[in-house]
C-alpha cells in the first residue's frame, strides 16, 4: 500500500521529476506541510517565507490575488525557494481548452510556466489541458496536480468523475505531479503525491463551505502525503510559531503511518 511507504522509497517510483524533488525534499527536510501563501501583499508574502520557508516543502500560491504583482516579486520569490529548498505550486486550477491552457500558461501578466514547478488543473475539460501543459514546458522540469476530489461542500465531483480522472492522469505520467485529493482509495501509484487542503488543527468549517479536518485523520485515515494549509497559519495570531506546530504535528502523524 503506497501510504505505508516512507517518502525516500516513493521518490524511487516518480515518474514526474517533480513529484521526486518533492518527495526528496520532505524526506531531507522532515516536512510535508505545504504553506498555502493566501495573502495580497507581495511584502507579507516574502515576509512570512522568510521566516517559514525552512519549515516548508512546497509553497502554494494564488498568484492572481496578490494586488501589487511585479516581476521584482518572482525573482524575490525564487531566490527563497532556493536558499530554503523549497518547491512553488501556483494554484491554478486551469479549466479551458488546451489551446487556451496553453496561452494561460505561458502569457500574459503572470508567465505561471517561467518559475512555478508545478500547477493545479481540473480534469473536466478532458485530456487536451494536459497535452497543452505537457507540450508548453520549454524543457524545464513541471508538474501537474490534477483536481481529483474537492474540500469544499456540495461540490459536483463523483466517484465516477474521480476514477476518470486517475485514468486520464495515467496517460500522462511524465508530467503528472499527483492529485488534489481527499480519499486515499482514490489512487494506488506510489510516485504520485496526494496532496490534501482543507486541514486545520480542530475539525471545522468555514462560512463558505470549506471543510476541515485534523492533520491525524488526512494523514494516518485519508492517505494524504503533503498538507496544504492556508488560514490555519496565515491568519493565526503568531504565523510563524503556528508553523513550527503544523509542522511538527504533520510530521510526527507521518512518521506514525510509515512505522505501522
Ligand atoms: P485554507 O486552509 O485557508 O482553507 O486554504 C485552503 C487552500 O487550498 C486555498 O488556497 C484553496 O484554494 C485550496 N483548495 C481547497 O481549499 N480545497 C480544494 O479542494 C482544493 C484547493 O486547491
Known amino acids: 500500500e503506497r501510504i505505508l511507504l516512507p517518502y525516500e522509497k516513493r521518490a524511487e517510483f516518480a515518474t514526474n521529476s517533480i513529484a521526486k524533488q518533492l518527495f526528496t525534499i520532505m524526506a531531507t527536510k522532515k516536512t510535508n506541510l505545504c504553506l498555502s501563501v493566501d495573502l495580497t501583499s507581495s511584502t507579507k508574502i516574502l515576509d512570512l517565507l522568510e521566516k517559514v520557508g525552512e519549515h ?36 491554478r486550477k486551469y479549466a479551458d481548452i488546451g489551446n487556451t491552457v496553453s496561452l494561460q500558461y505561458s502569457k500574459g501578466l503572470y508567465q505561471v510556466g517561467e518559475w512555478a514547478d508545478c500547477v493545479t488543473a481540473h480534469s473536466l475539460p478532458g485530456e ?35 476514477e476518470t480522472t486517475v485514468k486520464m492522469a495515467a496517460k500522462y505520467p511524465e508530467i503528472i505531479t499527483g492529485f488534489v485529493c481527499q480519499k486515499k482509495e482514490t489512487f494506488k501509484d506510489p510516485g504520485l503525491i496526494q496532496l490534501t487542503p482543507g486541514v486545520q488543527l480542530e475539525s471545522s468549517k468555514d462560512e463558505l463551505g470549506q471543510v476541515y479536518n485534523t492533520p491525524e485523520k488526512v494523514i494516518l485515515e485519508n492517505g494524504a502525503d503533503v498538507v496544504v494549509v492556508g488560514r ?6 503568531s504565523p510563524v510559531s503556528e508553523a513550527i506546530i503544523y509542522k511538527d504535528t504533520l510530521w510526527r502523524c507521518y512518521m506514525k503511518r510509515v512505522s505501522g
Request: proline share 0%.
Open 56 to 91: 516548508v516543502c512546497l509553497v502554494k500560491t494564488h498568484i492572481d490575488i496578490i494586488e501589487d504583482f511585479t516581476n521584482d516579486f518572482i525573482v524575490r520569490l525564487k531566490q527563497l525557494a532556493q536558499t530554503f529548498n523549497f518547491l512553488i505550486l501556483e494554484d
Open 128 to 162: 487536451g489541458l494536459l497535452k497543452a501543459l505537457n507540450n508548453s514546458n520549454n524543457g524545464l522540469s513541471r508538474g501537474v496536480f490534477l483536481l481529483a476530489e474537492m474540500s469544499s461542500e456540495g461540490n459536483l465531483i463523483t466517484k465516477d468523475y474521480t
Open 232 to 237: 490555519g497559519i496565515v491568519a493565526a495570531k
